[in-house]
């Protein structure tokens, strides 16, 4: 009925067990799946979907946009990417549940995936993206909950000076940074600010990150001294189908205007390619990285491809498609480990695993003091329709 303000589904929240994640003050975490996407308008079943929008708004979740493959066949089935403009919104209830409330309107104004975002004390920042008809966009908005008209408020921003996909986006008080990305098909180094506390904000050019690069995972945090934006990992594709991957950690030091690099992304012994990872900051000087593509076969998926390309006759192309499909079909899912870094000594360590497998090209965010990761990908097109959270005991 028109007068009722929402749907509710009430999910008990499934706890997993795990192996307890330790960080340098004791804390440990506890990781469980709260909710589901619930089915809405136009399908006959949820298939999860990745590259979403989510931030919190006045103390809800909200999940936008992304992409699956129609009835779910994987792209080497024959499955075709269908970008979406769903908007899903989760509120908490008490004693461990949550709802899923319906909003109007209930869709973004196109289909996008693949964008970056933000959540800021006014709304959640949403910038770039894949739509259906580029592979990277311009388009800067805001999204903010109105509880009282049960909608979804949306409001124009400034337009990025060039248009960019998978890049990653962080905020120091209401300055938002963003970096990197794919513009028009290749890697960019590019990255800017808006400082919406200006009278007329407009996005501002920042120093060029060391790396041209992609699917990077950005985290404001302090460096002891005051807040710096911390860029970690990604990976650079290149014109031989055969990307490049990064184990970097740079800062961008806002005081000093320049980039640092810092330690590369590792458990405190061995160093670690990392792409499309999810991260949040945590106490004073932590910041809790989670899951992401180690790029193993990610590698050997486009050493396949590259030689299919470069096949001799059609028996050699047929027996390496089959040999890439044998990968594809057993692949082990994305990377469950939880590593930590801390600002202060310049260390990195892993503090733990997930009980289920890593969810890539989403966003992370923090709701309260707890981790909350909606959807993503969990192997090579494979959606996860799972918001899952990690509480820090």
């Keep these: 009925m028109k007068n009722k303000a929402f749907l509710m589904i009430s999910i008990y929240t499934v706890l997993v067990s795990c192996n307890p994640v330790t960080n340098t003050k004791d804390n440990k975490i506890t990781w469980a799946t709260v909710a589901k996407l619930p089915v809405v308008a136009g399908m006959q079943k949820q298939l999860g979907v990745a590259g979403v929008f989510t931030g919190v708004s006045n103390d809800v979740l909200l999940i936008a946009g992304?992409?699956?493959f129609a009835d779910g066949a994987k792209p080497w089935q024959g499955g075709k990417k269908l970008h979406r403009d769903d908007i899903y919104i989760l509120k908490k209830e008490a004693e461990n549940k949550f709802s899923w409330l319906k909003p109007q309107p209930a869709h973004l104004k196109q289909n996008v995936a693949y964008g970056a975002s933000v959540t800021l004390p006014e709304g959640v920042v949403c910038a770039g993206g894949e739509t259906d008809k580029a592979n990277s966009s311009r388009e800067v908005?805001?999204?903010?909950?109105?509880?009282?008209?049960?909608?979804?408020?949306?409001?124009?921003?400034?337009?990025?000076?060039?248009?960019?996909?998978?890049?990653?986006?962080?905020?120091?008080?209401r300055t938002i940074y963003l970096i990197g990305g794919e513009s028009?098909?290749?890697?960019?180094?590019?990255?800017?600010?808006?400082?919406?506390?200006?009278?007329h904000p407009q996005w501002q050019p920042l120093p060029d990150l060391p790396v041209?690069?992609?699917?990077?995972?950005?985290?404001?945090?302090?460096?002891?001294?005051?807040?710096c934006i911390y860029v970690i990992g990604g990976r650079s594709s290149t014109p031989s189908g055969i990307s490049d991957l990064h184990n970097t950690t740079f800062c961008y030091d806002p005081t000093l205007k320049?980039?640092?690099?810092?330690?590369?992304?590792?458990?405190?012994?061995?160093?670690?390619?990392?792409?499309?990872?999810?991260?949040?900051?945590?106490?004073?000087?932590?910041?809790?990285?989670?899951?992401?593509?180690?790029?193993?076969?990610?590698?050997?998926?486009?050493?396949?491809?590259?030689?299919?390309?470069?096949?001799?006759?059609?028996?050699?192309?047929?027996?390496?498609?089959?040999?890439?499909?044998?990968?594809l079909n057993n692949h082990q899912g994305f990377s469950k480990d939880v590593y930590q870094y801390n600002t202060l000594t310049d260390t990195w360590k892993k503090i733990g695993e997930l009980p289920f497998y890593g969810q890539v090209t989403t966003t992370a965010v923090k709701w309260g003091n707890d981790i909350f990761i909606p959807c993503g990908e969990i192997k090579p097109g494979v959606r996860t329709e799972n918001v899952v959270r990690g509480e820090f005991k």
């Excluded at 028009?184 to 009278?199: I, R, T, W």
């Excluded at 041209?212 to 807040?227: E, L, R, T, Y």
């Excluded at 004073?284 to 990610?298: L, P, Q």
């Excluded at 001799?312 to 390496?320: A, S, V």
């Design 66 to 68: 992304g992409s699956n």
């Design 141 to 173: 908005f805001m999204m903010q909950w109105d509880a009282s008209k049960n909608e979804v408020l949306f409001k124009e921003m400034p337009s990025l000076p060039i248009p960019v996909a998978n890049a990653c986006m962080a905020n120091i008080g």
């Design 184 to 199: 028009n098909g290749k890697p960019s180094a590019k990255c800017f600010l808006l400082d919406l506390s200006s009278v």
């Design 212 to 227: 041209a690069m992609s699917h990077s995972v950005a985290v404001a945090q302090s460096n002891g001294n005051h807040s």
């Design 258 to 327: 320049k980039w640092l690099r810092l330690k590369s992304v590792g458990d405190g012994e061995n160093i670690t390619n990392l792409s499309a990872a999810t991260g949040v900051s945590h106490g004073n000087a932590d910041i809790i990285v989670i899951g992401g593509d180690k790029g193993n076969v990610f590698h050997q998926i486009e050493t396949y491809n590259a030689k299919i390309e470069k096949a001799q006759n059609e028996t050699e192309k047929q027996k390496l498609q089959n040999e890439k499909l044998e990968l």
